[in-house]
């Protein structure tokens, strides 16, 4: 892979590259030559080449959707966060299917009841009183 940096100043990438040197300087912005693609790399410990994070297409980016859109995915930094988001995730969809769970339950009970009753066959002996007593 080889990263591309234009041979005069590109004020709006030099802008985006700042910002995301700002925010973590293992960070730059800059073109993949491979790709075409303006994207956010990491620099890897020598002699690797850096590696794209984030790819923003063929278009620069406003400075502001890059840091934005690092700091979503920025996993270091959000670890507790994510983690979060994901145990509550979890508490949820288990919630939800405890009680689908209860709720099939009763209705398997209901039906069970309704078909022994109708075969004469009820487990359960309702009594009504006789009136005034």
């Known amino acids: ?36 693609d303006w994207c956010v790399f990491v620099r890897m410990p020598s002699p690797a080449d850096p590696m ?7 278009r620069i980016p406003d400075s502001s959707e890059a840091l934005e859109r690092i700091k979503e995915g920025h996993l270091v930094r959000r670890k507790e966060e994510i983690w979060s988001e994901i145990v509550k995730s979890q508490d949820a969809h288990k919630a939800g299917l405890e009680y689908d769970a209860s709720e099939a339950g009763e209705e398997s009970a209901e039906m069970v009841e309704h078909l022994m009753r109708k075969h004469g066959k009820s487990p359960i002996i309702k009594s009504f009183s006789k009136g005034g007593e």
Do not use: C, H, I, Q
């Open 52 to 58: 794209p994070v984030f790819g923003f297409g063929d």
């Open 1 to 36: 892979m080889k990263l591309w940096l234009p041979n005069s100043v590109n004020y709006e990438a030099y802008r985006v590259d700042k910002v995301v040197k700002e925010y973590d300087d293992r960070l730059m912005f800059g073109r993949n030559e491979d790709t075409g």
